[in-house]
């Protein structure tokens, strides 16, 4: 399904509950392809930017793709193990779609992709991660995004496919959240998601660690937790 050309439109499936104006489906093109990726752009939005904004996107989208085959993809698997390849699509690519989401949230994995339609009919057969449109000029928030869902999709085939296991959302999620410290992308705290997660946690100390209600109190306590466990007891 990866057989597209470049700026050929494709129609996708997405979490109405992430949409900016909650779709289900929308129309992207495909704007780069690299060894290991497909990158997608919502249609409507990529037009709308000028050439000079779409040229800088790109190149945004270079070093992003650079950042994820030298360093995020091979620690991320040696920590965590591979994702499912060449996975249902039979192809070793990985695709990134970016769509306009609710402010509140910067990415998202679908489970249901890993399946073929006659299974799950709302799955666009691929393994692919979803990011929001407005990240795509903040170079630290699509690292960290991108290697946060790229370990769920690790997760799926390691627990789901594997084991058919589903992790309780807090330990799937804790997992996904702490790539980011193994990635060493917390190590410059001053700017780091991490002081955002202590930030929310001093707000709201009180927050369940497993009772996930997809807030931002229960990323703080998570990460916190996950932060401290690794570093007592490795």
């Not at 997992?175 to 060493?184: E, I």
Request: proline fraction near 2%.
């Amino acid at each position: 399904c990866g057989a597209v050309s470049l700026n050929e439109a494709v129609i996708f499936n997405i979490d109405e509950g992430y949409d900016s104006v909650a779709r289900s489906q929308l129309s992207a093109v495909l704007v780069k392809t690299t060894s290991q990726n497909y990158f997608y752009i919502e249609k409507g939005w990529w037009d709308s930017q000028v050439p000079a904004k779409q040229s800088e996107i790109l190149g945004n989208l270079g070093v992003l793709s650079q950042e994820f085959e030298s360093k995020i993809y091979p620690t991320l698997t040696s920590t965590f193990g591979s994702e499912w390849k060449p996975g249902v699509d039979g192809d070793n690519k990985i695709s990134i779609l970016f769509h306009s989401m609710r402010d509140d949230f910067g990415g998202y994995f679908r489970t249901v992709d890993e399946y073929i339609k006659l299974q799950a009919p709302t799955s666009n057969e691929r393994e692919i991660l979803y990011l929001a449109t407005n990240k795509i000029d903040d170079l630290y928030q699509l690292k960290v995004l991108l290697a946060h869902e790229f370990t769920h999709l690790i997760t799926f085939n390691q627990k789901n496919k594997a084991f058919d296991l589903e992790d309780d959302t807090w330990l799937n999620e804790a997992r996904a959240d702490y790539s980011t410290t193994v990635l060493g992308y917390n190590d410059n705290y001053s700017s780091s998601i991490l002081r955002e997660r202590v930030r929310d946690f001093l707000e709201n100390s009180t927050d369940s660690l497993t009772e996930w209600k997809d807030t931002k109190y229960d990323y703080a306590v998570n990460s916190l937790f996950t932060n401290y466990l690794v570093d007592h007891y490795g």
